[in-house]
């Protein structure tokens, strides 16, 4: 079981545990979702790749809900079940095993980078870009920076499948002037028992950031041909609780298929006429110092 396995890995579960009786909560949780729909990654949720798009937004934990009420583009927001209730899942379980030639990679997570390091992770992409993290002093890439990287993609890739992946609405919450988020790396249910904000205050900042983010992808889809879904690795925890074991949770914990975690929009925001791709050998991955990558997804609570 997955609380046992906590155990062995970590003597200090137990005392940590004892202050904490969530956790036990969450392992169990942990353990039912595993035996029910994978541990590597959630069986059930759909293969982004075998969708129809020739963009592909991504909002890093957005939820279906959140999106659906603040949205400013138009027409049906269709939902789809990730198969991650973390980047790294949603990384792993899409793109793993596979040689993507037409595929090109703006992104602020890091997690692409992470797992290629791996060596039982294999994928490559035509190009990968990897965006300045010129937000929330150096943490974060800003909805400025992906959308003028992604801009710059479009213009050097015009026959290549774009994924473009925003670090927003994730936190830190770079988009919301809201008093009690001035700390820029942590676990953000650590953040809540450590600090004074309420719930309201985390969902309300949370929805200011998503907006934020919008603004600038409204920007990117103004300027893009062809097909464009803006979608989400996965949702987040804001106060919830889990199921089957009703513990409260913020953040989105690796290996639980709630709801509120692997139901994600999926909404078609531009139907042009489709893109003409092809599938040329890859480029040169620029080369990112790997204790970096390590340190800046630590920096977000991830490690």
């Known amino acids: 079981m997955r609380v046992l396995e906590s155990i062995r890995e970590d003597p ?10 969530a956790l036990f909560g969450l392992g169990l949780n942990k353990t039912y979702y595993e035996f029910a729909q994978g541990a590597e990654y959630n069986r059930i949720g759909i293969d982004v790749l075998e969708e129809d798009w020739d963009t592909l937004v991504l909002l890093d934990a957005c ?5 659906a009420d603040v949205t400013p583009f138009g027409g049906e927001i269709e939902c789809r079940e990730s ?4 980047s790294r899942q949603f990384v792993r379980g899409n793109f793993d ?18 797992l290629q390091n791996e060596d039982d992770f294999d994928c490559e992409f035509h190009a990968y870009h990897d965006v300045e993290r010129d937000a929330a002093d150096g943490f ?12 710059d993609a479009a213009e050097a890739y015009p026959n290549k499948r774009l994924l473009i992946h925003y670090m927003q609405p994730y936190h830190p919450y770079v988009g919301s002037d809201r008093d009690g988020f001035t700390r820029k790396r942590c676990d953000m249910r650590e953040y809540v028992r450590a600090s004074a904000v309420e719930t309201d205050d985390v969902r309300a900042a949370y929805r200011d950031n998503l907006r934020y983010a919008l ?4 920007h990117l889809v103004d300027a893009l041909d062809g097909r ?10 804001l106060g919830d609780r889990l199921s089957p074991v009703p513990v409260r949770w913020f953040g989105h914990p690796v290996r639980v298929y709630t709801e509120e975690l692997v139901t994600v929009p999926w909404h078609v925001v531009s139907k042009g006429p489709p893109r003409t791709i092809d599938r040329d050998p890859p480029t040169q991955l620029a080369a990112v110092d790997e204790a970096a990558i390590d340190q800046s997804l630590r ?5």
């Open 12 to 21: 200090a579960f137990i005392s940590e545990a004892i202050t904490d009786p």
């Open 97 to 114: 095993g596979k040689e993507l030639h037409d595929v090109v990679v703006v992104s602020g997570n890091r997690w692409y980078l992470d």
């Open 63 to 67: 939820r279906y809900d959140v999106y």
């Open 215 to 218: 603004e600038h992808v409204r």
């Open 140 to 151: 974060v890439p800003s909805a400025e920076a992906v959308t003028e990287a992604a801009l």
């Open 83 to 86: 198969r991650g209730s973390t």
């Open 228 to 237: 464009t879904v803006i979608s989400s690795d996965h949702g987040e925890m």
């Open 299 to 303: 920096d977000l609570g991830y490690k």
